[in-house]
């Protein structure tokens, strides 16, 4: 391969995105991860792709908006470009409602994302949830929204992957960097710039989570008391996840998992004969704004940072690579400033 215009450190999700957004503008690439492919907290298994409330409105929930909208067109082109599944569908999201005051709160957000969602998705209040299953609701009320989509994210990363590869891109265990430089290293570098500054820019919060074989491909996603049950399109359904920032190993799975999973079958009693499939554990980048860290790199000149997914990485990763690639690629700054890195130092 001729020398890279651009070198991508991590294959994760931002990374991969980033690399297939800038290889599709013409750039030469190279993406490097010693792990491969999905080998940190993009190889899991949820993919829960979900939208922050319509309500108290920001750059990060406009941007996020902006990101779920474009994701059907992102994964369809990976997808041809690698004849690759994502995993990706546009399913939407129900919600039981567990009080009165949980009812009013949600009709107050339909309102809200009638006009904050651009009559591009919906929030609906309903008492008659689509799918095939659904949870009880102690209200017999539900939020259904229209905006959520599910997507493998093993699957999504090994699809990008590949549509890099047919593109000319290297996607290696071990290279130089060489054009310029993005660092899209998840927790371990999030923990690594920590160490060398004043306070730390973030950290890695470690999720367990586990797959069921259990088929609910037609129906949505659904969140139930901060638990997400995921119905992919292979006919499995992903449960998660634990949010720890105390653990013993980050790879490992526990009774903290078999506690969620508990959960997930008294929350959908549908679930309780289904096999558990895979257990899974892995560190997600969190950092210290929860935003995405996106710009110029706080310790390496000349290079740049894409970091900080943390639960959202993989809605977020369409327009992370867009504003990404218009940075490094055109000199042109498109970042909401509640994401550039000086907001997390």
Same mark, same amino acid.
């Given at each position: ?12 999700v ?21 792990g491969?492919?999905?080998a ?24 996020q ?7 059907e ?5 990976? =997808?041809?470009i *690698?004849?690759? %599944?994502?995993?990706? @569908?546009?399913t939407?999201?129900? $919600?039981?409602? /567990? ?7 949600a ?24 799918g ?8 017999g009320w ?7 989509a599910?997507l493998h994210?093993?699957q999504a ?16 265990k ?15 570098g999030?923990? =690594?710039?920590? *160490?060398?500054? %004043?306070?730390?820019? @973030?950290?890695?919060?470690?999720? $367990?989570?586990? /797959? ?8 949505p ?6 638990l997400?049950i995921v ?19 980050p ?7 078999d506690?969620?999973l508990?959960?997930a079958?008294?929350?959908?009693p549908?679930?309780r ?5 895979e257990?899974?554990?892995?560190l997600?980048?969190?950092?210290r ?25 993989? @809605?977020?990763?369409?327009?992370v ?18 994401f550039k890195p000086?907001?997390?130092?």
């Amino acid at each position: 391969m001729a020398s890279a215009d651009i070198t991508i450190l991590g294959a994760g999700v931002f990374g991969l995105s980033i690399a297939f957004v800038c290889q599709q503008r013409g750039a030469k690439v190279q993406v490097i991860d010693p792990g491969g492919p999905g080998a940190g907290a993009s190889g899991g298994i949820v993919g829960a792709l979900a939208p922050h409330v319509p309500e108290n409105w920001n750059d990060k929930k406009a941007f996020q908006l902006e990101s779920l909208l474009m994701a059907e067109a992102f994964w369809a082109e990976v =997808e041809r470009i *690698s004849g690759k %599944t994502s995993g990706y @569908g546009r399913t939407g999201r129900v $919600q039981p409602l /567990l009080d009165a005051r949980a009812v009013e709160l949600a009709q107050d957000r339909e309102q809200g994302a009638q006009k904050l969602w651009q009559g591009r998705a919906a929030w609906t209040v309903t008492q008659t949830p689509p799918g095939p299953v659904a949870p009880p609701s102690p209200t017999g009320w539900y939020v259904v929204d229209t905006l959520s989509a599910r997507l493998h994210p093993r699957q999504a990363c090994q699809a990008l992957s590949a549509a890099l590869r047919k593109g000319g891109a290297n996607v290696i265990k071990e290279g130089t960097g060489m054009g310029r430089v993005i660092h899209a290293t998840g927790a371990t570098g999030l923990i =690594e710039m920590s *160490s060398k500054l %004043t306070r730390p820019i @973030g950290n890695g919060v470690k999720g $367990q989570a586990a /797959l069921l074989d259990f088929d609910a491909r037609t129906g949505p996603q659904l969140f139930v008391d901060g638990l997400h049950i995921v119905p992919h399109g292979d006919g499995t359904t992903a449960i998660g996840s634990t949010s720890e920032r105390d653990y013993d190993a980050p790879d490992t799975t526990d009774d903290q998992l078999d506690n969620l999973l508990e959960k997930a079958r008294h929350a959908l009693p549908d679930l309780r004969n289904a096999p558990v499939i895979e257990r899974w554990a892995g560190l997600r980048p969190r950092s210290r704004s929860r935003a995405p860290i996106l710009g110029e790199h706080p310790l390496r000149e000349g290079d740049f940072i894409a970091n900080g997914g943390f639960k959202i990485g993989f @809605g977020m990763a369409p327009k992370v690579a867009d504003v990404m690639a218009d940075l490094v690629l055109d000199g042109v700054d498109r970042i909401p400033e509640g994401f550039k890195p000086e907001v997390s130092l």
